[in-house]
Nanobody, 116 residues
């Protein structure tokens, strides 16, 4: 069973930066998509960013030009670099992965808090 483990969350001031990591316990040969969702307190889980097989990426409009998704050289880790963070970016960030023949898997989540 593949597991996703997130890290890198924390408390940061408005305008600051954080880099989240999501490490997969097994490197799958084929990954349709993986990326990040976030969930603010009391809200639904919203899409943040996705990278698909072939390297195409897409971002929620609210984070486009501030957040960047990338895959590590070993291809078993995906990163979310976040800059110019705003209080409304405060949420629990969840990593996910889609692969053939398997339901979507989720990480346990990492808290990001943007506050002065």
């Amino acid at each position: 069973q593949v597991q996703l483990v997130e890290s890198g969350g924390g408390l940061v001031q408005p305008g600051g930066s954080l880099k989240l990591s999501c490490a997969a316990s097994v490197r799958d040969s084929v990954i349709y998509a993986w990326g990040w969702f976030r969930q603010r307190a009391g809200d639904q889980r919203d899409h943040v960013a996705t990278i698909r097989s072939g390297g195409n990426t897409d971002y929620n409009l609210s984070v486009k030009d501030r957040f960047t998704l990338s895959v590590g050289n070993a291809e078993n880790t995906v990163y979310l670099s976040m800059t110019d963070l705003k209080p409304e970016d405060t949420a629990v960030y969840f990593c996910y992965q889609d692969t053939p023949g398997r339901d979507r898997i989720w990480g346990q989540g990492t808290q990001v808090t943007v506050s002065s």
